[in-house]
């Protein structure tokens, strides 16, 4: 009867250790799933990325590029505000503007600005001297 009873004890052991065994196993495929989910995921964040970036550069290639005439008020390292005929005064952003003048951008000096205006600024491209 011992002997009975300690191979019934021994079978349900062995069945609870390969439950737990299983269990174990299960849990890889977890993790398996969750990092194909993570590598999904940034793919897609990646396409997203890369859809985002076209259409910005889709935006800057189409976009119009308009030149005013105009007497400097006021010039800095990264703006410059012009005056045009009319009164208006205008600011531009000016960084990594090609500047083409034979003087210095300096308050009552007449220039060209070629610029393009994105999100609300005016940006310039080039500034050169007033023809």
């Keep these: 009867m011992k002997k009975r009873n300690m191979v019934i004890i021994a079978a349900a052991a062995a069945g609870l250790a390969a439950g737990a065994l ?3 196993c299960g849990g890889g495929d977890t993790r398996e799933t969750q990092t194909e989910a993570q590598t999904t995921e940034e793919e ?4 997203e990325t890369a859809q985002e970036s076209t259409e910005e550069e889709t935006s800057q290639e189409t976009e119009e590029e308009l030149t005013v005439t105009g007497e400097i008020v006021a010039a ?7 005056r045009t005929e009319d009164g208006e005064e205008t600011s531009y952003l000016k960084e990594g503007t090609e500047v083409d003048m034979e003087g210095d951008q300096v308050e009552g000096t007449v220039v060209t600005i070629t610029y393009v205006e994105r999100d609300g600024m005016n940006y310039a491209l080039r500034i050169t001297d007033a023809q």
């Design 44 to 47: 897609t964040t990646e396409e």
């Design 76 to 82: 800095g390292m990264s703006s410059i505000t012009i």
């Design 22 to 24: 299983l269990s174990a």
